[in-house]
């Protein structure tokens, strides 16, 4: 079982202003999605919430502190307007036909990746997510936006992931982007 984190970044790891992301790039939306579709994929309430729905094809493991934390789904949804509300004493529950689930603590969204998935399960943000998963990650799907960029919001440091699996390089009419596949050595 791998676990892989997965984020656009600056050149000086920028990620995020304002709780949203800095770019919204097609071409590195079509690598995401190609490389996190049918897996699990772990992120934080507020990532969820600036995403505004599930994630399609993947089970949604959102990670909240509160325990009061509720989600209604939008008439588009196969479950219109139930709530799915945990405490931290209730164990995490899924709505099946949604795939989201809601857990109170990155290790328990881990370990619930791993029982939907045997492969690879994906971190995707946000930032607070990414700090506390940097240390239990075993690879790093990244791409590099070359640039500089204002961001309040900042990816860790990465320097334990050395070796080179990929690295692809495209030029888009707006940025100049290097796609990374990146392990510890």
Do not use: C
């Amino acid at each position: 079982m791998i676990t892989s984190i997965i984020a656009a970044i600056g050149e000086n790891r920028e990620l995020g202003k304002n709780k949203q992301l800095l770019w919204h790039i097609s071409e590195d939306l079509k690598h995401f999605k190609q490389i996190t579709q049918n897996h699990p994929v772990i992120m934080g309430r507020t990532t969820f919430e600036s995403i505004g729905k599930p994630l399609p094809n993947r089970t949604n493991i959102i990670v909240t502190h509160n325990a009061n934390y509720q989600y209604i789904y939008s008439s588009n949804s196969a479950l219109p307007n139930e709530k799915l509300s945990m405490n931290s004493s209730q164990p995490a529950k899924q709505v099946s036909n949604n795939k989201t689930i809601i857990v109170h603590s990155l290790e328990e969204a881990i370990n619930l990746g791993k029982q939907h998935d045997q492969q690879e399960i994906f971190i995707i943000g946000g930032g607070q997510i990414y700090k506390q998963a940097i240390k239990v990650t075993d690879k790093l799907y990244l791409t590099i936006v070359h640039g500089n960029f204002d961001a309040d919001t900042f990816f860790p440091d990465y320097s334990a992931f050395n070796k080179v699996i990929k690295k692809e390089e495209l030029k888009t009419p707006k940025y100049d982007l290097t796609f990374f596949e990146l392990e510890k050595s």
